[in-house]
């Protein structure tokens, strides 16, 4: 049998050989060739504690986050939303490449391991829900996957229902702050007793926070004591 899957593997080799996913250059595994690989910009501190970009390292808040409330404690986001990244993050999202969820999942851990994040107080990881009617038209919810995945790598349990959206919205890919803020307001629900939980909170990509706060807050009605939002890419 062990014969049988060499020769399996040997036959794959030859006509269906695996390339990178950005530049098509042969590789002899994974999604990306190191020179792609090596084009996503880590996010590492010194970061505005509530929205993960560079800040003076004297203070943790920038200047921005200073003059907002958001309901989470801290937002950590592993790398820019650039390419490669995006584009790989694009296909994840709109074009049905689930199975990516594994090689982001990956990037996620690794980084928080290296930034030095501690992962014992948390007993709960929740994701940013969707519409079930959004989830129909795409087949899946990205978050949920990357949620599921972090579960098992880091061995805190997942809840896919303790958030719930309850409406149908608009997406906020084309809004501003504000506008944002207003699209997503009461469009979700937390269920079940969160009393003295320590969330994780994940998202794939943050952009103006309106989503990851709105979430924070219902669950943090729901008692939860404190809510670290991770994502995989933030917006510059």
């Avoid at 629900?189 to 003295?196: K, P, R, S």
């Amino acid at each position: 049998m062990k014969g049988s899957n060499s020769w399996w593997e040997t036959l794959k080799g030859i006509f269906f050989p695996s390339v990178c996913f950005i530049c098509e250059r042969k590789i002899k595994e994974g999604i990306l060739c190191q020179s792609c690989f090596e084009k996503i910009v880590f996010l590492t501190p010194p970061l505005c504690k509530m929205c993960s970009l560079p800040v003076n390292p004297e203070t943790n808040l920038c200047r921005n986050c200073r003059n907002k409330y958001f309901f989470y404690d801290q937002l950590i986001s592993v790398a820019l939303y650039q390419n490669p990244l995006s584009s790989l993050i694009h296909l994840f999202k709109y074009k049905e490449y689930a199975f990516l969820k594994k090689f982001f999942t990956s990037l996620m851990v690794t980084h928080l391991k290296r930034i030095g994040f501690d992962f014992i107080p948390y007993n709960l990881i929740v994701n940013v829900p969707s519409h079930p009617l959004r989830i129909r038209e795409k087949g899946y919810n990205q978050s949920q996957l990357l949620a599921e995945e972090l579960s098992l790598s880091l061995n805190i349990p997942h809840s896919k229902n303790t958030l719930i959206c309850t409406k149908y919205y608009k997406t906020q890919t084309q809004f501003n702050f504000r506008e944002r803020i207003i699209n997503i307001k009461g469009k979700f629900y937390a269920q079940g007793d969160l009393t003295g939980k320590n969330i994780i909170l994940v998202d794939d990509v943050v952009t103006t926070k309106a989503t990851v706060s709105e979430c924070s807050k219902v669950l943090k009605e729901k008692g939860a004591s404190s809510i670290t939002v991770i994502t995989l890419a933030r917006v510059r």
